[in-house]
């Protein structure tokens, strides 16, 4: 059976919001949308499974909580 992938606008909205800055955090992506930290975490993930957003994990980083939207 296909899974299927409803997209709101609250996806739409964070897309935008990481197309304009790939490298924001989800608390500065919260705050620019209006959403919830959770609710930005959960979208993420779902877009990160529908593969419209990959991450990078900088492993050379002092910080290894930093990553990067694409």
């Not at 899974?3 to 909205?13: G, K, L, M, Q, Y």
């Not at 949308?33 to 593969?51: E, F, P």
Request: charged share 20%.
């Amino acid at each position: 059976m296909p899974i299927s992938h409803n997209i709101t606008e609250d996806h739409i909205d964070l897309l935008h919001t990481i197309e304009k800055n790939g490298n924001a955090s989800q608390r500065e992506i919260a705050t620019t949308t209006g959403l919830s930290i959770g609710k930005v975490n959960y979208i993420i993930k779902a877009l990160i499974d529908i593969g419209f957003i990959k991450i990078n994990n900088f492993n050379k980083s002092n910080r290894k909580l930093e990553y990067s939207y694409i």
